[in-house]
């Protein structure tokens, strides 16, 4: 009764390795004349075809690859064992275990909705998103009072000179007309505005049609 349970463990153990096999295996860096020559595909499909007949090919000349999908796992690792690193056309051959990609869906899922909003034209906000208020603007009351009783040519020290920073003053601009005294908009109306002076064009030089070359 032990050497049966001991033998149906070692099945159940060998059926674990193989299922969990890959049943294509991958030849890289085949000979190129392998592509285009009919009489080396048929030499070389010759090789897997013994393992299972049923056997398919897919070429990838760019990669210098064939993939051979065999049709279990038992199949291909019996190929491998017996053709990796063997002789073909003069090169060494070697099979390696495709790789299986597992996708979690086969569609194309949508994004989670995470940064949506971040997307031009935005989408619906987040939950619990709401818009910042702009801070109300800064008015310092006083530093205009100072500056609406300056005259021309005084001048508001805003802040003082320390060792390492310089003050800040402002200066107000001297009446070029020599009036200490802003003028009202009555005096503004009642004078006329001086005029602009026109800038003149230079004038284009006069066209002689003795002058062709």
Not at 91 to 99: I, N, S, V, W
Request: hydrophobic share 35%; charged share 30%.
């Amino acid at each position: 009764m032990q050497q049966k349970e001991r033998g149906a463990a070692e099945e159940a153990t060998l059926d674990v390795k193989f299922t969990d096999l890959t049943n294509a295996l991958i030849a890289c860096k085949v000979p190129e004349d392998l592509f285009s020559e009919e009489h080396l595909k048929d030499t070389f499909e010759a090789l897997f075809r013994s393992f299972d007949p049923e056997v398919q090919f897919q070429y990838f000349k760019s990669f210098r690859r064939v993939r051979i999908s065999f049709s279990d796992a038992l199949a291909a690792a019996e190929a491998r064992l017996r053709l990796h690193k063997t002789d073909f056309n003069g090169k060494e051959m070697r099979l390696y275990f495709a790789q299986s990609v597992h996708i979690g869906s086969p569609r194309l899922e949508p994004p989670k909705p995470d940064k949506q909003f971040l997307i031009s034209p935005p989408a619906s906000p987040p939950v619990g998103w709401s818009q910042s208020l702009d801070a109300r603007p800064v008015i310092n009351y006083d530093l205009l009072c100072a500056i609406s009783k300056l005259g021309p040519g005084d001048k508001y020290e805003l802040q003082t000179a320390t060792p390492t920073t310089p003050s800040v003053v402002v200066h107000v601009c001297d009446d070029e007309r020599g009036d200490s005294s802003a003028p009202d908009d009555s005096d503004q109306d009642d004078k006329p505005r001086p005029l602009r002076q026109k800038i003149v064009q230079t004038r284009r030089p006069d066209y002689t049609p003795g002058a062709e070359q």
